[in-house]
């Protein structure tokens, strides 16, 4: 699988960003997906995550009612809204698909990754 995020850019504080990560050479409906982010100088964390089926999401608790992910089977793209955006957002934001059908918090239960889109929010 290939993963291609876009949509990353600079924004000010309060501003929004639609992120998208594109899978190629093969589906991912089957697969739970993930966005993390990895600030400048930290490890990298998790963001959200989606079932497969799109109907079952987890948000860590610093974007939880700002950041909405969604997918779209048919498209196969899962997608990251992001909305009140703050400068702690900043980060480099990369997509990747789950081992099993619902993903989870941890970076070890990924097996591909996409490269990545910087998001800065300005003051």
């Known amino acids: 699988v290939q993963l291609v995020e876009s949509g990353g850019g600079v924004v000010q504080t309060g501003g929004s960003l639609r992120l998208s990560c594109a899978a190629s050479?093969?589906?991912?409906?089957?697969?739970?997906m993930g966005w993390f982010r990895q600030p400048p100088g930290r490890e990298r964390e998790f963001v959200a995550r989606?079932?497969?089926?799109?109907?079952?999401?987890d948000y860590a608790d610093s974007v939880k009612g700002r950041f909405t992910i969604s997918r779209d089977n048919a498209k196969n793209t899962v997608y990251l809204q992001m909305n009140s955006l703050k400068p702690e957002d900043t980060a480099n934001y990369y997509c990747a698909v789950a081992l099993r059908s619902y993903g989870s918090t941890r970076t070890t239960d990924y097996r591909y990754w996409g490269q990545g889109t910087q998001v800065t929010v300005s003051s």
């Open positions: 989606i079932g497969w089926r799109g109907d079952t999401t």
């Open positions: 050479r093969r589906t991912i409906s089957n697969n739970g």
